[in-house]
């Protein structure tokens, strides 16, 4: 099947981690020019960026002026911008402790939480936006996560963020689609297997494939399959919704 993504343009943000990275390929297999974003790690996505051929640029979700540079990089590249993947996350100042209580953490902690990961998201779709309008197509994909509908302690104000996400993407896909072919969904996965969680996988993964119909983790290139396919041409009616990529857990 022809996705329509040759010499589209596309934002995968949060590149470097186990999903991201998949997605950053995913795109570039099907002959799209890839801008992928790293907050820490310039020489991960500068390697990733040389083997995809695209282009890698800093990004800071909580900083307005770091997305302000993101999409005027993509811009002054390609000139265009067809698929925004906010893939990007932020726990916080510390990883969740399942053996914590939520209202135990400090102010400043669970609010960096909330706002970085759905203010960061908003931002940069904000900002996308009026370039999609403009030429009437674009894609917005949000990566979500599965703890929004299966919680999980410690993830209270993560699971927070990422369900603002989700309505952000259900209404955002009524304004969007009055001006053309421009679509807005959610890829919510659950927990899979990465290049960077193998240690993890192995301690707790069985507690969900036993859970998953086809009794197994997904891996991460599974995962950006459904977020290619949701941000490219082929998908020409699939807006407003949110997938869930489980394995069916």
């Given at each position: 099947m022809d996705l329509g993504l040759k010499g589209r343009t596309v934002i995968v943000t949060g590149a470097t981690g186990g999903i991201g990275r998949e997605i950053a390929r995913g795109y570039a297999a099907e002959g799209a020019d890839v801008v992928l974003t790293h907050r820490d790690t310039p020489g991960e996505a500068g390697k990733l960026a040389e083997e995809?051929?695209?282009?890698?640029?800093?990004?800071?979700m909580g900083d307005p002026a770091s997305a302000a540079a993101l999409v005027t990089g993509a811009l002054e590249r390609t000139g265009r911008i067809d698929v925004?993947?906010?893939?990007?996350?932020?726990?916080?100042?510390?990883?969740?402790?399942?053996?914590?209580?939520?209202?135990?953490?400090?102010?400043?902690?669970?609010?960096?939480?909330?706002?970085?990961?759905?203010?960061?998201?908003?931002?940069?779709?904000?900002?996308?936006?009026?370039?999609m309008r403009e030429r009437g197509?674009?894609?917005?994909?949000?990566?979500?996560?599965?703890?929004?509908?299966?919680?999980?302690?410690?993830?209270e104000y993560y699971g927070a963020?990422?369900?603002?996400?989700h309505g952000f993407s259900r209404s955002a896909a009524f304004?969007?689609?009055?001006?053309?072919?421009?679509?807005s969904n959610v890829v919510m996965?659950?927990?899979?297997?990465?290049?960077?969680?193998?240690?993890?996988?192995?301690?707790?993964?069985?507690?969900?494939?036993?859970?998953?119909?086809?009794?197994?983790?997904?891996?991460?290139?599974?995962?950006?399959?459904a977020v290619v396919y949701l941000g490219?041409?082929?998908?020409?009616?699939?807006?407003?919704?949110?997938?869930?990529?489980?394995?069916?857990?």
């Open positions: 995809v051929g695209g282009l890698a640029l800093p990004y800071e925004l993947v906010n893939n990007a996350v932020r726990w916080g100042g510390r990883a969740p402790r399942p053996d914590a209580s939520f209202e135990d953490v400090a102010d400043d902690e669970w609010l960096e939480t909330i706002r970085h990961n759905i203010e960061g998201a908003l931002r940069l779709s904000r900002l996308a936006a009026p370039v197509f674009g894609r917005l994909v949000h990566v979500s996560s599965g703890i929004v509908t299966e919680g999980m302690a410690g993830g963020a990422k369900g603002a996400l304004s969007l689609g009055r001006d053309g072919d421009i679509l996965p659950g927990f899979t297997r990465t290049a960077r969680n193998g240690e993890m996988a192995a301690a707790v993964g069985h507690r969900y494939s036993a859970r998953a119909p086809i009794g197994r983790l997904l891996d991460a290139a599974e995962v950006a399959n490219s041409a082929a998908n020409t009616g699939i807006t407003g919704q949110v997938i869930a990529v489980t394995g069916g857990v």
